[in-house]
């Protein structure tokens, strides 16, 4: 499973969108001194984006065996996960006097880029399998 540089990608992908659950979005810092965390669970707007697309990395993650649906998988996960950094952006810049923003708020962006850069291993992976397969298929039509 973890002879590819791709699974690598995912798994680490998957962690960093895992750490998220238990991970601050901003503190809101009141005039008095007083610090209000909020959470990504807190949010039924980040929960719903976090576990969709923690799931849909899950399960890429272990589809190792079948390419294409993994693929497919990450091609959706990287829609999914844009939406949510777009989401945490528009947020950010709603609210950026008031609130301190976590460093987990690029967490997404750079799962995208893992997962971007996971389509396109896997990608080379199945390109080379179907070639090697064209290959044995032509020699044998040949004898």
């Known amino acids: 499973m973890w002879q590819r540089i791709q699974t690598l990608y995912l798994g680490i992908a998957t962690i960093l969108l895992g750490s998220m659950f238990f991970s601050r979005v901003a503190t809101i810092m009141a005039p008095e001194g007083e610090e209000t965390v909020i959470m990504y669970y807190k949010k039924v707007e980040y929960l719903m984006f ?21 693929m497919r998988l ?35 962006l750079v799962a995208l880029i893992l997962d971007i850069l996971a389509v396109r291993g896997i990608a080379l992976d199945e ?5 090697a397969y064209r290959l044995r298929s032509s020699k044998r039509h040949r004898k």
């Open 74 to 108: 990450t091609v959706i996960n990287i829609i999914l996960l844009a939406a949510l950094q777009i989401w945490l952006g528009v947020d950010f810049l709603r609210n950026h006097d008031e609130m301190v923003f976590s460093i987990t708020t690029v967490f997404p």
């Open 50 to 70: 976090l576990i969709m697309v923690f799931s849909a990395n899950a399960i890429a993650l272990f589809s190792f065996k079948a390419r294409i649906l993994q």
């Open 127 to 131: 390109a080379m399998v179907q070639s």
